[in-house]
């Protein structure tokens, strides 16, 4: 579900979390493994208002690892407790309720000293739309609960879910909006799906993509479509698109007169992409 955010959205979307906020105790902040900081919001710091957070890397599955791991370090060196997960598979997510209990220790250490048998942890997942969080909601559940797809400004009762007997989650997610000064953290989202075609040009979203991949996963690519020589100037734009009229030719995109068929082509090339066809991959790397 692709959500157009205007200023009203993003100020009624803040004071959900606000509110929410005061019923929890930590947060958990979903970013997708494979561009962290372009599916991180870029308030989050001051909407958070200081709450004791948790970094979660989801979709860790299509990322890659050597460069998952490099982000885990860049967080923890921001001073975050970061893990990596697959939601759609449970893969990593046990250890989110000790983390959340690794958050508050200070605050249990203190309360056990006096003799007082500490409450479940309070949880509340936030992250941008298609990041997956109701995914993530609904595995920590062992059931579903959250409507995939979800929108700015709609609200449901909520509810605590039970995760083991040391956490509780709030059953709906704090939805948050992405970067949209910087054009490219747009494309790195629309490469992924979560930025839909319609608002973004096929065409353009598959160039940035097979320019990316040319530079940093040449082989998989190369493999694939069975391709010719690396392009030897990734900034010159011919080159590129002489990339992706071989994707073209090779999946028979072509048009009368012999023509590639450069939409036709650019759909295909980014639906094998999303589905994991060329391996995994990152769209950014820290370092
Ligand atoms: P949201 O609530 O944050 O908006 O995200 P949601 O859970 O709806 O997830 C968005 C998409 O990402 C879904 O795919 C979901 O299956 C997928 N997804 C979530 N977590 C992971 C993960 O760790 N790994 C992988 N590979 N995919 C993940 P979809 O195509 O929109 O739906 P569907 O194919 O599951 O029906």
């Known amino acids: 579900m692709t959500i157009q955010w205007f200023p009203g959205h993003m100020t009624r979307a803040r004071r959900q979390i606000q509110d929410k906020l005061k019923l929890i105790d930590v947060v958990i902040e979903l970013l997708d493994a494979r561009l962290p900081l372009s599916s991180r919001n870029p308030m989050i710091d001051d909407i958070l208002q200081g709450k004791p957070r948790m970094i979660v890397l989801n979709k860790a599955d299509l990322a890659d690892s050597t460069v998952t791991r490099e982000w885990m370090e860049f967080f923890k060196n921001e001073g975050h407790l970061t893990i990596a997960v697959d939601a759609s598979t449970g893969l990593g997510i046990k250890e989110i309720p000790i983390l959340a209990k690794q958050l508050l220790k200070e605050k249990i250490d203190r309360q056990i000293a006096k003799g007082i048998n500490p409450r479940a942890v309070r949880a509340l997942i936030v992250g941008i739309p298609n990041v997956g969080k109701s995914t993530l909601i609904n595995r920590l559940a062992g059931r579903n609960i959250a409507a995939t797809g979800d929108r700015p400004g709609v609200t449901k009762g909520q509810q605590w879910i039970k995760v083991g007997t040391e956490m509780e989650l709030l059953d709906t997610p704090g939805i948050l909006w992405p970067k949209f000064e910087d054009q490219n953290v747009g494309y790195r989202l629309a490469v992924t799906g979560a930025i839909k075609e319609e608002i973004l040009n096929v ?18 690519m190369q493999e694939r479509f069975d391709l010719g020589e690396q392009p030897r100037d990734f900034d010159n734009p011919d080159e590129i698109v002489s990339v992706m009229e071989a994707i073209g030719r090779k999946r028979g995109c072509i048009v009368s007169g012999g023509r590639v068929d450069l939409e036709k082509a650019s759909s295909l090339l980014l639906r094998e992409l999303r589905a994991g066809k060329m391996g995994t991959f990152s769209l950014e790397a820290p370092y």
Not at 203 to 220: G, Q, R, T
């Open 203 to 220: 065409e353009d979203i598959a160039f940035f993509a097979v320019k990316y991949l040319s530079k940093y996963y040449w082989s998989p």
